[in-house]
C-alpha cells in the first residue's frame, strides 16, 4: 500500500506567508461565487443569455466556477512550494 | 450478471477490510490510519468520502428533474474545497491529531470544548448518514429486488463490518477505490450519452422501447372527449394539483380506468396522458388502471418534446458543448415530470404523474426548482443553500479527520489539490448525466434519486451492473468514514479525554468498534425513517448543520485572537441546536410529518442564512464578554 512516513510538524517558517495568500485566493473565489448568487438572485433571466457556442450564462458561468477551483488551488499549491523551498534553502544557508 | 457483478464487489470490499484489520493495533492505526497515507490515495480518498449518495445519486436525480437547479448542488459542493484549501487544510493538520475536536481544543484544553464538538461531531454525522442510507435503500430495490428497508440493513451491517475491523485504513482504501472507479464509470457514462447525442425517440428504458405517452384535443366540459379511439370521459375533479379527468379505455375486452391532466392552454384544452397510481379505498394498489405486479410498473418517462423546432429527429454524437447547446436552443422543448396528489370522488388516492413541455432554455437555468422569481423567503432559501454549501465542506467532521491521515501539513494541502480536481471532473460530469437522463426515456417517475444508474442500464446490463456495484461502493465509503468520524467522537473524544478513562490502546480500539456498531445501528433506523426523500436536499441539510455548529469555531480559532473557550462552546451548542431547530420547523420536514407544509412555522428550507452569522455572532460575543486577557497562540 502506498504509505508515506509520518513527519513531526513542528514551526513552519511559511505558514504566514501562505495563510495570507490562501485568504486573498479565497477572497477572489468568494466574490465570483457571491456574484453568480446575486445575478441569480436579482435578474435570473439574465442566465439565459447565450454566450459562446450556444452555450448560456448560466452553463459558462457554473462551469467556469468548477474550473476556476481548480486553477487557483493549482496556484496555491505552486506558490507555497516555491516558498517552502526558498524558505528552506534560506534556513541551510544561515546553519 | 448484475447480482454477481455487485457481490463480488461487496465481497473484495469486505476481504480488503480484513486483511487491513490485521494491521490496525493502536488507535491512531484505527482512527487515522496512522496518519501515514499516501497525499495522492487520500486525495482520492478524499473524492470517494465526498461524492457521496447525494451527488451520484441525488445531484443526477435532481438535475433530471429539474435541470439546472440539480448542478448548483455540484457548484456548491465543489467551491466548498476552495474554503478547505485555502483556509483550513494546513492548520488544522497543524493543530490537531485524530479528531475535529482534537483540532478546536488543541488552544484551549477545555473540558467544555471536548464534549460540545464531541456531540456536534456525532450530530453532523448522523444527519449525513440519513440520506446516504437512503441512497442505499433505493439503490438494492432495483438492483437486488430487496424493499428500502433491507437495502439501508445490508449497507449498514457491511459498513459496520467494514469500520469494525480496521476502522481509518480499510476506509480509505474503499474510499481511494470507489473514488477512482466512480469518476472513471461517470465518464465512460458521459461519453456513451455524446455518442449517442440526442432524439424525439429515445431509446428508453427496460427493453429498449420507449412509450410516447398521448396527448388528445378535447372540448371544455364534460363529456370532455366523445367516445373516440375507445376512450370514455367518466369523472373529472379538481385539485391544488389542477384538473383531472379518469378517462375509461377499452382494448381487446379489458377496461382500464386512468387519470389525465387537464391542460387548458392558449392552444385549447387537451387531454395528457400521464403515469398513474391508484390506492384504493380496498387496500389495492393499481398501477396504470390494472394490479401492480412485477411486471406492471410505472413506466420509464424523460424525453425531448422538441428538437430545435423538430417533432421528430436525431442528432447523432455529438460533443457535449453539442449536448449542452441543442438543449439549450430556443426552440427546444423537453418534458419532465410532475407529481400530482388528489382523492377521487370514492375514496381512492390517486397520485398522477404527468408530463410538462419546458422549454431547453428554461431548463439550463436555475429558477424551476428554487423560486428565483418568487418571494423573497423563496429567494432567501435559494441563497441560503449556496451558503451552506459552501460554507459547510470545510465543517465537515468526516473530511475533516481525513487530515490527520496524511503525514504532514504539506500532504494536507496536496490531497486537498487533488480532491479538487478530481471531485471537480466529477460534478461536470453530473450535468451531462442528470441531463442524459432527463432526455433518454428511463427516469422513475416516482423516484428521482436511481437517475444515473437507469441511464446506464439504456447502454447494457453490463454497464448498468458496474455503475450499480460502484454506486453502491459510494455509499459504503461515505458511510464507512462517517461511522469512524463519529466512533472516534465517542470513543476518542468522549470516553478517553472528555472523561479521561485512561483506556489501553486495545479496550480504545475495542470502545471505537462498538461505537462504530450503535451509530450504524442508529443510521439504519434513520434511513429506513426518511425514505423517499431527495438524497442531495438532505445533504445539504447536513452541509447547513455542520456549516452552522463547527465553522465559525475553526475560522476564528484560526484568525482571531481573542477566541475563547466559551465562545466555541457556545458557538458549536447555538449553531447546532438553530439549524436543527429550524430544519425541524421547515415545510420539507412538515410534508415528512404529514403536516401541510403551508403551515410550518419557519418559512425557509435552508436554515444556512439565520444559524450561520448566528454562529459566528455568538462566538464573538461570547469571546468578548469572557475574554479575561489571555488569548490563545495562533497556530501558523
Redesign the interface.
Known amino acids: 500500500?502506498?504509505?508515506?512516513?509520518?513527519?513531526e510538524?513542528g514551526k513552519?517558517p511559511a505558514?504566514?506567508y501562505?495563510?495570507r495568500l490562501?485568504?486573498r485566493?479565497?477572497c477572489i473565489?468568494?466574490t465570483f461565487?457571491v456574484l453568480?448568487?446575486v445575478i441569480?438572485?436579482a435578474q435570473?433571466?439574465v442566465?439565459?443569455t447565450?454566450v459562446v457556442?450556444?452555450?448560456?450564462?448560466?452553463?459558462v458561468y457554473?462551469?467556469a466556477?468548477?474550473?476556476s477551483?481548480?486553477v487557483?488551488?493549482?496556484w496555491?499549491?505552486r506558490a507555497?512550494?516555491r516558498e517552502?523551498v526558498r524558505l528552506n534553502q534560506n534556513n541551510q544557508v544561515e546553519r | 450478471m448484475v447480482l454477481g457483478i455487485f457481490i463480488s464487489f461487496v465481497l473484495f470490499i469486505v476481504g480488503l477490510s480484513f486483511y487491513l484489520g490485521r494491521q490496525t493495533k493502536t488507535s491512531s492505526g484505527y482512527y487515522a490510519a496512522g496518519g501515514q497515507i499516501h497525499w495522492f490515495v487520500n486525495g482520492i480518498a478524499f473524492a470517494g468520502d465526498y461524492l457521496s449518495a447525494a451527488s451520484f445519486l441525488g445531484i443526477c436525480g435532481m438535475i433530471a428533474t429539474t435541470g439546472y437547479d440539480g448542478f448548483l448542488y455540484s457548484i456548491g459542493f465543489l467551491a466548498g474545497w476552495v474554503v478547505a484549501l485555502f483556509v483550513i487544510a494546513e492548520p488544522l493538520r497543524r493543530m490537531g491529531r485524530f479528531t475535529f475536536a482534537d483540532a478546536v481544543d488543541a488552544p484551549f484544553q477545555s473540558r467544555g470544548i471536548q464534549l460540545m464538538a464531541a456531540i456536534s461531531t456525532l450530530v453532523v454525522s448522523l444527519c449525513y448518514l440519513i440520506p446516504q442510507m437512503v441512497g442505499a435503500g433505493v439503490l438494492v430495490e432495483p438492483l437486488l429486488g430487496l424493499e428500502h428497508r433491507w437495502g439501508v440493513l445490508m449497507v449498514g451491517s457491511i459498513v459496520i463490518i467494514i469500520v469494525a475491523t480496521a476502522g481509518m485504513a480499510s476506509t480509505t482504501y474503499v474510499q481511494f477505490l470507489k473514488g477512482g472507479l466512480l469518476i472513471i464509470f461517470s465518464f465512460i457514462l458521459v461519453w456513451s450519452v455524446c455518442a449517442r447525442g440526442l432524439s424525439t425517440n429515445p431509446p428508453g428504458g427496460d427493453g429498449g422501447t420507449f412509450y410516447q405517452h398521448r396527448t388528445i384535443p378535447c372540448g371544455n366540459s364534460l363529456p370532455l372527449v366523445p367516445s373516440q379511439n375507445g376512450l370514455r370521459v367518466l369523472e373529472e375533479t379538481t385539485s391544488k394539483a389542477g384538473r383531472f379527468a379518469l378517462v375509461e379505455e377499452v382494448s381487446d375486452q379489458t377496461a382500464k380506468r386512468t387519470w389525465w391532466r387537464v391542460d387548458a392552454g392558449d392552444a385549447g384544452t387537451r387531454l395528457v396522458e400521464g403515469e398513474c397510481l391508484v390506492h384504493t379505498a380496498g387496500g389495492n394498489n393499481l398501477i396504470n388502471g390494472l394490479p401492480e405486479s412485477g411486471t406492471n410498473k410505472l413506466r420509464q418517462v424523460g424525453s425531448i418534446a422538441k428538437l430545435k423546432g423538430e417533432t421528430e429527429a436525431s442528432t447523432g454524437p455529438l460533443s457535449p458543448v453539442g449536448i449542452l447547446a441543442a438543449l439549450g436552443h430556443k426552440d427546444t422543448t423537453v418534458r419532465t415530470w410532475k407529481e400530482a396528489k388528489f382523492e377521487a370522488a370514492n375514496g381512492d388516492k390517486v397520485t398522477v404523474y404527468h408530463p410538462v413541455e419546458t422549454p431547453g432554455a428554461r431548463l439550463l437555468r436555475p429558477g424551476l426548482k428554487f423560486k428565483l422569481e418568487g418571494t423573497i423567503l423563496e429567494r432567501l432559501d435559494f441563497a441560503s443553500l449556496m451558503l451552506a454549501l459552501f460554507l459547510g465542506t470545510a465543517a465537515l467532521p468526516h473530511i475533516l479527520i481525513r487530515y490527520y491521515t496524511v503525514p504532514s501539513p504539506a500532504s494536507a494541502r496536496k490531497s486537498t489539490l487533488v480532491a479538487i480536481g478530481s471531485i471537480g471532473l466529477f460534478y461536470v460530469l453530473t450535468l451531462f448525466m442528470g441531463l442524459g437522463a432527463m432526455t433518454n426515456g428511463v427516469l422513475n417517475p416516482a423516484d428521482s434519486n436511481m437517475a444515473a444508474p437507469l441511464l446506464a442500464k439504456s447502454f447494457g446490463l453490463l454497464l448498468f451492473s458496474l455503475i450499480s456495484a460502484i454506486a453502491f461502493a459510494t455509499v459504503l465509503g461515505t458511510v464507512s468514514g462517517l461511522i469512524v468520524a463519529a466512533s472516534g467522537a465517542v470513543a476518542h473524544d468522549l470516553a478517553d479525554r472528555f472523561l479521561n478513562l485512561q483506556l489501553p490502546e486495545k479496550s480504545k480500539i475495542t470502545l471505537g468498534k462498538a461505537a462504530a456498531l450503535v451509530i450504524g445501528a442508529i443510521g439504519i433506523a434513520l434511513g429506513i425513517l426518511f425514505k423517499g426523500m431527495n438524497v442531495s436536499f438532505l445533504v445539504g441539510l447536513a452541509f447547513a448543520v455542520a456549516a452552522s455548529a463547527n465553522l465559525p469555531a475553526i475560522v476564528m480559532i484560526l484568525f482571531w485572537k481573542r477566541t475563547t473557550a466559551a465562545g466555541v462552546i457556545a458557538s458549536i451548542a447555538l449553531g447546532m441546536v438553530s439549524a436543527l431547530g429550524l430544519i425541524l420547523l421547515s415545510p420539507d420536514l412538515y410534508k415528512l410529518y404529514g403536516l401541510d407544509p403551508l403551515k410550518a412555522p419557519v418559512a425557509l428550507s435552508n436554515p444556512g442564512i439565520i444559524s450561520i452569522p448566528l454562529g459566528f455572532l455568538t462566538l464573538v460575543v461570547v469571546s468578548l464578554l469572557t475574554e479575561r486577557g489571555v488569548r490563545h497562540e495562533h497556530n501558523g
Open positions: 500500500m502506498l504509505h508515506d512516513p509520518q513527519v510538524t513552519d505558514a504566514g501562505k495563510s490562501g485568504m485566493l479565497f473565489y468568494s461565487y453568480f448568487v441569480n438572485l435570473p433571466t442566465m439565459e447565450e457556442a450556444g452555450l448560456n450564462l448560466a452553463v457554473g462551469m466556477l468548477i474550473v477551483a481548480l487557483l488551488a493549482l496555491y499549491d507555497c512550494r517552502e
